[in-house]
C-alpha cells in the first residue's frame, strides 16, 4: 500500500512539474510553482526526512513564492517589444535542462548500496550533547562551522541586495505595499501573524528534540512580518535602524563569542563546555532564529526605495 | 490499521490531485489561487494520515506548517493580482 502511495506521489510530482514548465503564463507557473513545493514537501515525508520537509514547505510556499511573484509583477510588460524566443531556443534550453536532470538521475542510481553512512557515529555522539534531534547535533556541534558560515552568508547576500539601492535613498526602508491594500489582505494580515508566531517559537523550541529549528523557525516569523508589512499595518524598517541591525547581527555575533570562548573555556574553537552544550546551542538557536527572520524578511522585501526617515 | 490509514491517504491525494489539476487549469486567478489552499487542505489530511500510519510525530509538525503556509501564499497571490490592475505602467518603477 505504502509502495502504491509513493508511486502516486511521484506521478503527481512529475505531472505538476510539467504543468509548471508548459504553462504560458508566468503568473500560472508560479502558482504551480508554489503548488510544487507544497507538494514536495510530503515527498520528503515519505523519505523519512521531515527536517527538509520543513524547510521546503516554509521556503518553497512562502519566501520564494513572494520574490518570484513581486519579480514577475516589476518585469511585466517590459520586454513585449522583444522578439520572443525561437523554436530551435526553446528546445536547446529542454535538451540541457533533460540532460541535466538525466545526469542527476544517473548520479543518484549510481550511489554506493548500502550508503556509506555516518549515521550511526551521529546517533552514538547525541548523548554528549543533550540534545534529542540529530540534525540539530549536526547543524549546532558537529559541523557548527558549516552553520556559522552559512549564517554569515545570509548577512552577506543582504548587503549585496541592500547595496543595490539608489544613492538618494541609502539607509532608507524598502516599500512591500502594492499600491493598493486589497481587504482581504489586511483582514489576513491581522488574523494569521498570531498562530504565525506561535508556530515559529514552538519549531524554535521543538528543534533541539524533534524536527524543526532556527532555520524553519526563522522562515515562518520572516514569513509573518512580510505579511504584516505588505498589508501596510506596520511599514518596514528603515535599512540602518539600529534594532534592525542587532536583531540581523546577533544570532552569528553570539554565535562567534561562544565559538571563541570555546577555545578558552572547553577543548577548542566552536567546542561547547561538557555539561552546558544544550543551554549554550538553545541560546545560540534563539538569537539565530531573529537573526534569520530579519534577513530573510529584509531579503524578501528588497533594496531600498524611500528615503530615510530623519 | 496502518494499511488502512495509508489507504485513506492514497485516496484523499488521489481526490486533491484531480481535483488540483482541474482547479489549476481554470482561467479565472482566483480560482488558481484555491487550487495550493485545496493543496494545503488535503496534503495536510494526508500527512496527519500518514503520521498516525507510521508513527511519527513529526508529520503532525509538517502538516500544521504546510497549512500555515498554504493560508500564507494566498496572500502572494492578492498581492501580485493587485499590483497591474491598481496601476498598469507605475511611474516610479521607471528609472
Keep these: 500500500m505504502t509502495l502504491l502511495l509513493d508511486l502516486a506521489l511521484v506521478a503527481w510530482l512529475l505531472a505538476l512539474a510539467v504543468h509548471v514548465v508548459v504553462q504560458r503564463g508566468e503568473r500560472s507557473a508560479i502558482i504551480a510553482f508554489l503548488a510544487f513545493g507544497l507538494l514536495l514537501g510530503l515527498a520528503w515525508v515519505r523519505l523519512a526526512a ?32 522583444e522578439e520572443p524566443m525561437t523554436r530551435a531556443g526553446k528546445l536547446a534550453v529542454a535538451v540541457g535542462c533533460a540532460a541535466i536532470s538525466a545526469g542527476l538521475g544517473l548520479a543518484v542510481l549510481s550511489f554506493a548500496s548500502p550508503a556509506p553512512t555516518l549515521a550511526p557515529a551521529a546517533a552514538e555522539a547525541l548523548g554528549a550533547t543533550g540534545l534529542g534531534n540529530p540534525v540539530t547535533a549536526v547543524l549546532l556541534a558537529y559541523r557548527a562551522l558549516d552553520t556559522l558560515l552559512e549564517k554569515i552568508v545570509v548577512l552577506l547576500a543582504l548587503i549585496g541586495v541592500w547595496s543595490l539601492a539608489p544613492d538618494g535613498v541609502w539607509d532608507g526602508a524598502p516599500e512591500v505595499k502594492p499600491a493598493i491594500v486589497p481587504g482581504p489582505l489586511t483582514y489576513l494580515a491581522r488574523i494569521l501573524p498570531p498562530f504565525g508566531i506561535v508556530i515559529g517559537v514552538y519549531m524554535f523550541w521543538v528543534g533541539a528534540d524533534a524536527p524543526g529549528g532556527t532555520f524553519q523557525a526563522g522562515t515562518v516569523l520572516a514569513a509573518m512580518w512580510l505579511l504584516v508589512m505588505m498589508a501596510g499595518l506596520k511599514p518596514p524598517p528603515d535599512t540602518s535602524r539600529p534594532l534592525l541591525v542587532l536583531a540581523l547581527t546577533g544570532g552569528p555575533a553570539l554565535f562567534l563569542a561562544i565559538a571563541f570562548l570555546g577555545s578558552i573555556f572547553a577543548e577548542g574553537f566552536l567546542a561547547y563546555p561538557e555539561g552546558l552544550a544544550k543551554p549554550l546551542i538553545v541560546a545560540i538557536e534563539a538569537a539565530l532564529t531573529l537573526s534569520v527572520a530579519a534577513a530573510l524578511a529584509m531579503l524578501v522585501a528588497g533594496p531600498a526605495r524611500k528615503a530615510p526617515a530623519r | 490499521m496502518a494499511d488502512v490509514l495509508t489507504a485513506a491517504a492514497l485516496f484523499i491525494l488521489a481526490a486533491t490531485a484531480v481535483a488540483l489539476f482541474r482547479v489549476l487549469r481554470s482561467g479565472v486567478v482566483a480560482e488558481r489561487m484555491m487550487a495550493v489552499q485545496l493543496l494545503g487542505t488535503g496534503g495536510a489530511a494526508a500527512l496527519l494520515l500518514l503520521g498516525s500510519a507510521s508513527g511519527s510525530a513529526a508529520a503532525s509538525d509538517v502538516a500544521l506548517l504546510l497549512a500555515l503556509f498554504a493560508a500564507f501564499s494566498c496572500v502572494a497571490f492578492v498581492i501580485g493580482a493587485a499590483e497591474p490592475e491598481a496601476e498598469p505602467d507605475p511611474p516610479e518603477e521607471r528609472p
Excluded: F, H, N, S
Design chain 1, 50 to 81: 521531515p527536517d527538509v520537509a520543513l524547510t521546503e514547505i516554509a521556503i518553497g510556499g512562502g519566501g520564494t513564492g513572494i520574490l518570484l511573484l513581486r519579480a514577475e509583477a516589476v518585469l511585466r510588460g517590459r520586454g513585449k517589444e
